[in-house]
């Protein structure tokens, strides 16, 4: 898998999701794996064209207030999975760093429930789509390490996460946006120094990615179906 392959996937236009794309980058299945930007401004008509994708299970990394302001909207019949990838503003005072450098080995740190039950989810064999708030950080985070999983080498894997950029109209900047207590901040492109500090945090504390995932609930039969879901 070569980053001109990875680039050559397609983002899709469903109204109001951003960065909504299949994350599968060759290792898994197409129509398994997907990747968005939060669910809450889906038209009628991006209802339906949802549903076409198939998805069964959407697992929300946000914050219980990022939900309460921001409720997704999905079709019938899909599984709704919430669970905060960072330390949730309604039952912790622990803050979030600013500093996109800080951010991601943080995230390493407080979100390896959120990164077990991903892999919980798909292991599962149903269609899965993972998403935050912007799309870019939690779930950039949470996308890497199941396709690593996988076996997609970490230049691929860096290539796919880059990608949010262009998805995000961040390869030309910082945008600004308002945060679920009404704060005015500003999206920030990713980097893949970033996401790399954040797999070597992980894999450092625990020796590897697979115990680090193992010590926050994942078993190892799901470790091991993941390998078992690429194109057939």
Same mark, same amino acid.
């Given at each position: 898998? @070569?980053? @001109? ?13 951003? &960065?909504?794309?299949? #994350? ?15 669910? &809450? ?44 990838? /960072? ?14 450098? #800080? ?12 990164? =077990? ?8 064999? =149903? ?28 230049? =691929?894997?860096? =290539?796919?996460?880059?990608?949010? &950029? #262009? ?18 901040? /500003? ?41 078992? /879901?690429?194109?057939?």
């Amino acid at each position: 898998m @070569t980053e @001109t392959e990875i680039a050559a996937a397609p983002f899709l236009d469903i109204p109001d999701v951003p &960065n909504l794309r299949d #994350a599968g980058a060759g290792v898994y299945r197409p129509g398994l794996l997907y990747r968005s930007a939060t669910l &809450n401004h889906l038209t009628d008509e991006g209802l339906r064209r949802f549903a076409e994708l198939g998805i069964r299970t959407v697992l929300d990394l946000r914050s219980t207030p990022e939900v309460a302001q921001y409720p997704d909207r999905l079709p019938d019949g899909v599984d709704y999975l919430h669970l905060p990838m /960072l330390p949730d503003p309604a039952t912790t005072d622990r803050l979030w760093p600013e500093d996109q450098a #800080a951010l991601y080995p943080f995230m390493a740190e407080t979100g390896g429930i959120a990164l =077990a039950a991903a892999v919980r989810a798909l292991a599962t064999g =149903a269609p899965l789509l993972v998403h935050c708030a912007v799309g870019k950080d939690r779930t950039g985070l949470t996308i890497a390490v199941l396709q690593t999983l996988a076996g997609l080498p970490l230049d =691929a894997v860096t =290539a796919d996460f880059l990608r949010s &950029n #262009a998805g995000l109209g961040l390869d030309r900047g910082p945008v600004p946006y308002t945060d679920a207590a009404g704060v005015e901040r /500003l999206s920030r492109p990713v980097e893949a120094a970033h996401l790399h500090a954040a797999l070597d945090h992980a894999t450092t504390r625990h020796g590897s990615l697979t115990a680090y995932l193992r010590d926050h609930g994942a078993t190892d039969p799901d470790l091991a179906t993941l390998r078992t /879901l690429g194109p057939a």
